[in-house]
Nanobody, 123 residues
Framework: QVQLVESGGGLVQSGGSLRLSCAAS????????MGWFRQAPGKDREFVAA????????FYADSVRGRFTISRDNAKNTMYLQMNSLKPEDTAVYYC????????????????WGQGTQVTVSS
């Protein structure tokens, strides 16, 4: 009952920054736990970060902790992923996801997904 649209991807040099946005429609985003996942060519979808319904609890994959920050503005029905100190290994399609049940690092828990936005980090 929620539609998700990612934006903000692009090409950036190693060490640079990008901010991804996920706009939700259909229902207020405060109803859902939300997360970011990514998928590189030939690889499985990988957990990146997640936030509970209020945004007060956040979780990060070890590979991005300290570099990425997840936040959400429920009044604007928007979630963000601030990505700093980007590395070539961060190159992937990034997906916004929402869960009706719980915040999780497991992708099967999320029942709504955006279309993805490409992030490419050059060395």
């Amino acid at each position: 009952q929620v539609q998700l649209v990612e934006s903000g991807g692009g090409l950036v040099q190693s060490g640079g920054s990008l901010r991804l946005s996920c706009a939700a429609s259909g229902r207020t985003s405060s109803t859902y736990a939300m997360g970011w996942f990514r998928q590189a060519p030939g690889k499985d979808r990988e957990f990146v970060a997640a936030a509970n319904r209020s945004g007060g609890s956040t979780f990060y994959a070890d590979s991005v902790r300290g570099r990425f920050t997840i936040s959400r503005d429920n009044a604007k029905n928007t979630m963000y992923l601030q990505m700093n100190s980007l590395k070539p290994e961060d190159t992937a399609v990034y997906y916004c996801a929402a869960s009706s049940w719980a915040v999780s690092s497991t992708d099967r828990v999320y029942n709504y997904w955006g279309q993805g936005t490409q992030v490419t980090v050059s060395s």
